[in-house]
């Protein structure tokens, strides 16, 4: 989208300050339409009644089931996208000339793209709206602007776009990551239902175990053991063999080292890293020996040498 959106701003301006500005325009249109949306979201729900759903059993559940979703389309079971209406009126409005026309592309942009901003977005705003006022304002705030940065840089140094990287598997296997991890954040929601509810269907060994499954899972289809609906072969070497980048085996050594690191909490451990996302250490039913029994089981066995010579 990045090269073909800065090659049309360059061949339809005569000059290149023309093109410049107007990559201006449809980077700032972008922000303005995201920002606006956060805006939105803190006006109409209000900074109170946000707080409030952090700790609302049904609206955690609400926000489970919607990770839940997003994390399965992520995957590829299915594309979550808006009316096709929506897009062509956007459509037909860009091809105005002056800053409506540029704002109304920036908007088909946004439309077109929202199967994979959605679930990013949508999270975002859940995440966002736990905090305070402004949270849905400036979390929509930044991500307009990583996600608009790229076409005012390329616009202004177009030589850039030679080094731009092509657009292939590698983006679906970022996607694919992103849906293990949308699967992983869902269960803190449900977390935060069960905990209030008292079902006690995600006690923290519980949580630790599918934890320690989607991670392994994730592992897998990093090094490529694992395919996905949209998922290319490996790449191959000269020799007609595939074989795994460097870059995704770091990432599996990353992701299973933090499957390594869950695994001693399934028997107690404090795992202090990343305690704020897992349930209180009290749903914990597979406890450590306590400090008494332990010690008491040390100088047993410390006596049992001098018996047995």
């Known amino acids: 989208m990045i090269p073909v959106t800065v090659s049309f701003f360059t061949k339809r301006s005569k ?6 500005r107007n990559a201006f325009y449809y980077s700032g249109s972008i922000i303005i339409i995201f920002t606006l949306l956060g805006l939105l979201i803190t006006l109409v729900f209000g900074p109170a009644a946000l707080n409030k759903l952090a700790t609302n059993w049904i609206a955690n ?8 979703v997003f994390g399965i389309s992520f995957l590829g079971a299915f ?3 808006l ?7 956007a459509s037909e409005k860009s091809g105005t000339g002056s800053f409506w026309g540029i704002f109304f592309m920036a908007l088909t942009l946004v439309l077109v793209s929202f199967s994979c901003t959605g679930p990013i977005i949508g999270n975002l705003l859940v995440l966002a709206s736990q905090g305070s006022f402004a949270g849905p ?3 929509m705030f930044g991500f307009s602007l990583a996600m608009a940065l790229p076409f005012a840089l390329f616009a202004m140094f177009p030589g850039w ?3 731009l990287g092509k657009a292939g598997g590698w983006l679906n296997a970022v996607k694919v990551t992103l849906g293990f991890l949308e699967l992983a954040l869902a269960l803190k929601f449900l977390s935060n239902a069960d ?5 006690r269907l995600l006690d923290r060994e519980v949580y630790l175990a599918l934890w ?6 994730l592992g897998f289809y990093l090094l490529g053991k694992l395919k996905f609906h949209h998922d290319d072969e490996l790449p191959k070497n000269d020799f007609g063999v595939p074989y795994l980048s460097v870059k995704r085996l770091f990432f599996a050594i990353a992701t299973f080292s933090f499957v390594v690191y869950m695994v001693p909490g399934m028997w107690g451990a404090p795992l202090n890293g990343i305690s704020a996302f897992l349930p209180p250490y009290g749903t914990q039913d597979f406890l450590p020996v306590s400090s008494s029994a332990s010690s008491a089981h040390t100088k047993l066995w410390s006596g049992w040498p001098g018996k047995i010579c």
């Open 161 to 163: 776009l030679n080094s």
């Open 212 to 217: 320690i499954a989607i991670f392994t899972l």
């Open 83 to 89: 009316p096709s209406s929506w897009t062509n009126k």
């Open 15 to 20: 000059t290149k300050q023309q093109g410049i």
């Open 79 to 81: 594309e979550i996208a």
């Open 195 to 199: 905990l209030v509810k008292g079902w």
């Open 61 to 68: 559940l609400v926000f489970f089931i919607l990770f839940l």
């Open 137 to 139: 304002l400036v979390g």
